[in-house]
């Protein structure tokens, strides 16, 4: 079974940055679209980023936009989000997971957690002082 790897959480000031890779062994991820999603907490999975497979537009929710930047690295197979201006309510662990249609599905303007699949084990990220 594919599965996707996420690294690069960790603990940052407000107002930081961080960078976290999705990567995979088993598949080529630009034969994808790939999500980035989040979960905090006592709170449902919520879509963050999306990079369509097709032509690789990208797709924001609105909490992110102007913030995060999700793009592909090809070289390295991977597909990274960049995090930028970090706030405490960033705070979650994040997922990467593969939607095997040709563009993100969007429900209510961002990602649809239950379009994407091959979910990894997720990685930490903490926004604090």
């Known amino acids: 079974q594919v599965q996707l790897v996420e690294s690069g959480g960790d603990l940052v000031q407000p107002g930081g940055s961080l960078r976290l890779s999705c990567a995979s062994s088993?598949?080529?991820?630009?034969?994808?679209?790939i999500g980035w999603f989040r979960q905090a907490p006592g709170k449902e999975r919520e879509g963050v980023a999306c990079?369509?497979?097709?032509?690789?537009?990208?797709n924001y929710a609105d909490s992110v936009k102007g913030r995060f930047t999700i793009f592909r690295d090809n070289a390295q197979n991977t597909v990274n989000l960049e995090m930028n201006s970090l706030k405490p309510e960033d705070t979650a662990v994040y997922f990467c997971?593969?939607?095997?249609?040709?563009?993100?599905?969007?429900?209510?303007?961002?990602?649809?957690?239950?379009?994407?699949?091959?979910w990894g084990q997720g990685t930490q990220v903490t926004v604090s002082l």
């Open positions: 997971a593969r939607d095997d249609y040709d563009f993100c599905t969007i429900v209510a303007g961002s990602p649809d957690p239950l379009a994407f699949n091959s």
């Open positions: 990079i369509n497979r097709v032509n690789a537009n990208a």
């Open positions: 088993g598949i080529t991820l630009d034969h994808y679209t």
